[in-house]
């Protein structure tokens, strides 16, 4: 699976973005995907998860009533709308891919075998 995230940029606190993750290959819809954020001297963090079939989605406390993520198994896509940005959110965001479905729970994200290149998010105040 080859993943291509897109849709970062700059804007101010309080605005919403969409970000968005491709994803090559005939078996998208088995996989479990998540979004993960690394932002300047911190480590990377889980933001959302959602399972293969996209009826169970997961979220870190930091985002959860903020952010949604979907995915859409016809066009291989996952997505993540991000509503009321804080300045805390500026990181690099990266899409990933895990053989778990994620029907029961998130997985670690060394359990992510396929990662996208990144899309910077950065946020002022």
């Known amino acids: 699976v080859q993943l291509q995230a897109s849709g970062g940029g700059l804007v101010q606190a309080g605005d919403s973005l969409r970000l968005s993750c491709a994803a090559s290959?005939?078996?998208?819809?088995?996989?479990?995907m998540g979004w993960f954020r690394q932002a300047p001297g911190k480590e990377r963090e889980s933001v959302a998860a959602?399972?293969?079939?996209?009826?169970?989605?997961y979220y870190a406390d930091s985002v959860k009533g903020r952010f949604t993520i979907s995915r859409d198994n016809v066009k291989n896509t996952v997505y993540l709308q991000m509503n009321s940005l804080k300045p805390d959110d500026t990181a690099v965001y990266y899409c990933?891919?895990?053989?778990?479905?994620?029907?029961?729970?998130?997985?670690?994200?060394?359990?992510?075998?396929?990662w996208g290149q990144g899309t910077l998010v950065t946020v002022s105040s």
């Open positions: 959602i399972s293969y079939s996209g009826g169970r989605t």
């Open positions: 290959g005939r078996t998208f819809s088995s996989y479990g």
């Open positions: 990933a891919a895990t053989r778990s479905p994620l029907t029961y729970g998130p997985v670690a994200d060394y359990d992510y075998a396929y």
